[in-house]
């Protein structure tokens, strides 16, 4: 019997059209991607269906995470000297006696969460022992020793200082941490005269046929 | 003479001994590495890659004022109070707090079941408006005044069949951040305009603890 011979194909498949469209993933992704801003401690924002963008720039943020601990940033990309500013301010306002160089390395502190005490302490460390610092969050749950309305107060008058842009209020809090945290942090602001804030969240979608969806619909027929 | 020599027509000269032809390259190149490299660098950017970027929501929250000219007074059949307890637990009542002999009307629910009682109430008030057409004419000056571009008819009727419609809301000690945004979201979903953040009354917060069995410190 004659045997059937199985012509032998080749195991090489042509991998062009793949590596086209790997790289196009690649490039749409390279182009999209915006990086994540640095985060001293994860939060989770809870979701919204208000889908106001961000600002990056003339911002104060307030972080709350998730066991309450109060963290104060402020954003400004476009000037780091305003965050040097900031310090100088809370320096004079609540004489700590930092030194030139501890203000400096401010510059280079994304979120402080310590007590006004251990301020100068912990601006004084180095990068990696600044990561290994325990830092309790500002205390703000008792309206006496609230430190965050002198961090906002110096924030404004560095504000003033540069510019004279009005800074926005961000405040981002973690969904699991508790609201009387919240509202020491609001009663901060409104001691500093400061009535309208930002709440970061998370975008959500608008649920079908809310009344908002109704009112969207009806706004774009004005149109 | 096994084989056959390509382009050796045309006069060409045969090489002679010893004379090696140049060995024809593939053009195939193996591009296994590159693939690689290209598929690493799409699982970077798409873990460092951030989709849903953060959105923000805007809230205003009033001067704390003890003159009693400057405070605005909801109208009672208007009045929705709602409270954030431990949990998802939402209690609420409509106008005063009611809780004596003459009846109660303090409410438990869940936080998932609120946008009814909301837009119950929200029904409620709408059902007993007339078209009032000083009160348009006078939020579209008001709006031309402000130089507010983005709002036109729909907002000024909406904004006067509303009138009399506010929410408190009053986030207890136990609320979380997530439920008090959620309930403030609440707010844009349905479409109430008016609504306020206010500090809970020691006869509330008594109220939500023997609810929620609580032990009451007196």
Redesign the interface.
């Known amino acids: 019997m004659p045997s059937v011979k199985i012509p032998r194909k080749s195991t090489a498949t042509d ?2 059209p ?2 086209d469209v ?2 196009l ?2 490039s749409f ?2 182009l ?5 801003p640095p985060e001293k401690v994860p939060i989770d ?10 600002p990056e720039n003339d911002a104060v943020m307030i972080s ?1 995470d998730s066991a309450g601990r109060v963290f104060y940033s402020v954003l400004s990309q476009k000037d780091p000297e305003l965050k040097k500013e900031v310090v100088k301010q809370l320096n004079t306002l609540r004489t700590l006696n930092l030194t030139d160089q501890q203000m400096n390395s401010f510059m280079n502190v994304f979120a402080v969460g310590v007590p006004l005490a251990n301020l100068g302490q912990y601006l004084s460390a180095s990068k990696d022992e600044q990561e290994k610092f325990v830092e309790p969050g500002i205390p703000v749950l008792d309206s006496a020793t609230n430190e965050l309305v002198w961090w906002i107060n110096a924030s404004q008058k560095a504000f003033s200082e540069r510019g004279g842009v009005k800074a926005q209020i ?14 020491g942090v ?1 009663s901060a602001l ?1 001691r500093n005269e400061e ?10 979608g ?2 079908n046929g ?3 969806e109704k ?1 969207n619909a ?2 774009a027929k ?1 149109k | 003479m096994a084989s056959i020599e390509e382009g050796g027509g045309g006069g060409g000269h045969k090489p002679g001994p010893g004379v090696k032809k140049a060995k024809k390259l593939s053009t195939r190149i193996d ?1 296994t590495p ?2 690689d490299l ?2 690493l ?2 699982t970077f ?2 873990f ?3 989709m ?13 004022t003890n003159k009693e000219e400057e405070q605005n007074k909801a109208k009672e059949s208007g009045a929705l109070t709602i409270m ?1 307890g431990k949990g998802n637990n939402v209690y609420y009542y409509e106008g005063q707090l009611k809780v004596d002999a003459s009846g109660n009307n303090f409410k438990a629910t869940k936080m998932g079941e609120i ?1 009814k009682i909301i ?1 119950d109430k ?1 029904a409620d008030v709408l059902s007993r408006y007339t078209r009032n057409q000083k009160c348009i004419d006078d939020k579209l000056a008001e709006y031309r005044k402000k130089n507010i571009k983005d709002k ?3 907002d000024a009727e ?1 904004s006067c069949a509303q009138e009399d419609l506010v929410v408190v809301i009053k ?12 309930i ?2 609440e707010m ?4 109430v305009l008016k609504y306020a953040m206010v ?1 809970i009354t020691p006869q509330e917060n008594e109220l939500i603890k023997i609810t929620e069995g609580q032990p009451v410190s007196k």
Not at chain 1, 32 to 36: D, E, G, Y
Not at chain 1, 45 to 54: A, E, I, K, R, T
Not at chain 1, 170 to 183: A, Q
């Open positions: 991998m062009t793949f590596v790997a790289f993933i690649l992704f390279m999209a991607t915006k990086f994540k924002p809870p979701g919204s269906v208000n889908s106001d963008q961000l709350i961000l405040i981002k809090g973690d969904g699991r941490s508790k609201y009387p945290v919240f509202e609001v409104k009535f309208k804030y930002q709440l970061v969240t998370s975008l959500e608008v649920p809310s009344e908002l009112f009806k706004k004005e | 591009m590159m693939v290209g598929f660098l799409i950017f798409i460092t890659t951030t849903t970027s953060p959105t923000t929501l805007k809230l205003n929250v009033p001067k704390e954030l946008r837009l929200k036109g008819l729909t909406e986030p207890t000690e136990e609320a979380t951040y997530k439920n008090t945004v959620d403030l979201d844009s979903i349905c479409r500090k």
